[in-house]
């Protein structure tokens, strides 16, 4: 069983930055990503990272400004978030997908297997 536990949340000014972590991220996942879901909306792909190779993908609203990356060792998945705006506020949460198949419809919720708690994050001057 994985339970993924995120941490590094908050409040930031918009322009700032924060960095998300995702820990106990275990070795036979596939791919592990990040999603958010603002109030009142669907919840929506971020970044994903395969886990062996380090193959990344983001959403276009985050390209240039969200860097995503792993450390195997510590099995953690981490989110670099910079230049951060207003809308950017969501509820993000960590997700890991086990199989190469399912991967390949990584920007559905429906295709990732395990999820963690969710943590908040507030771009807000």
């Known amino acids: 069983q994985v339970q993924l536990v995120e941490s590094g949340g908050g409040l930031v000014q918009p322009g700032g930055s924060l960095r998300l972590s995702c820990g106990n991220v275990?070795?036979?996942?596939?791919?592990t990503g990040w999603f958010r879901q603002a109030p009142g909306k669907a919840r929506e792909f971020v970044a994903s990272i395969t886990w062996r190779n380090g193959v990344k993908d983001y959403a276009d609203s985050v390209k240039g400004r969200f860097t995503i990356s792993r450390d195997g060792a510590e099995n953690t998945m981490y989110l670099q978030m910079n230049s951060l705006k207003a809308e950017d506020t969501a509820t993000y949460y960590c997700?890991?997908?086990?199989?190469?198949?399912?991967?390949?419809?990584?920007?559905?919720?429906?295709?990732?297997?395990?999820w963690g708690q969710g943590i908040q994050v507030i771009v807000s001057s």
């Open positions: 997700a890991a997908c086990i199989s190469r198949d399912k991967y390949f419809g990584h920007y559905y919720a429906s295709n990732w297997d395990y």
């Open positions: 275990n070795f036979a996942i596939y791919a």
